[in-house]
């Protein structure tokens, strides 16, 4: 059926792309002005088009990318994901762009690509670290240990430092 590829791909990235904001969400809650931040979005932007891009194998074209882009924002943020999306693809085009934003999307692709047992020339050090500290607790060969260890240095830190938020 027409774009029932899509929904597929678009219910998986939510799926996934809902963990991080699930555990920042129930440690922290969402203060003011959380969609608004340029790391914020940089960074849910950029796991959303790795995530889909994976799960999607390449198929989906750019409005099927587009529309999935709106969709996964609209379901983690209950707002106008259009409007999320819109601002993601002004971010991105800005020349230069926000060290905020280009932070949260190197940050994110560190993260999710080892989600997906994956890692970059550039995050190598910090996935390193991980890996020893997944082997400290004993979990040396749990890829999603290393993969939560880094969501919460690379997302869930710098979130907290953003918004001046304490542990509860």
């Not at 904001?21 to 088009?49: C, L, R, S, T």
């Not at 209950?78 to 230069?96: C, K, S, Y």
Request: hydrophobic content about 45%; charged content about 25%.
């Amino acid at each position: 059926m027409f774009g029932s590829f899509r929904k597929k791909v678009t219910h998986q990235t939510i799926d996934m792309v809902r963990q991080p904001y699930a555990v920042f969400k129930q440690n922290y809650g969402i203060p003011p002005g959380f969609w608004q931040d340029e790391f914020v979005i940089g960074f849910f932007g950029g796991m959303i088009a790795i995530v889909s891009q994976v799960l999607g194998q390449g198929r989906l074209s750019q409005i099927d990318k587009g529309l999935l882009l709106q969709d996964t924002f609209t379901a983690l943020s209950n707002a106008n994901g259009a409007a999320l999306a819109r601002r993601f693809g002004d971010l991105v085009r800005q020349v230069p762009q926000s060290e905020a934003f280009k932070c949260g999307g190197d940050n994110a692709e560190v993260v999710t690509l080892a989600f997906f047992g994956k890692g970059t020339p550039e995050g190598r050090e910090v996935i390193e670290e991980a890996k020893r500290e997944a082997a400290a607790r004993g979990a040396a060969r749990d890829v999603g240990a290393v993969a939560t260890i880094l969501a919460m240095r690379l997302f869930v830190q710098p979130l907290k430092d953003r918004f001046e938020l304490s542990d509860k």
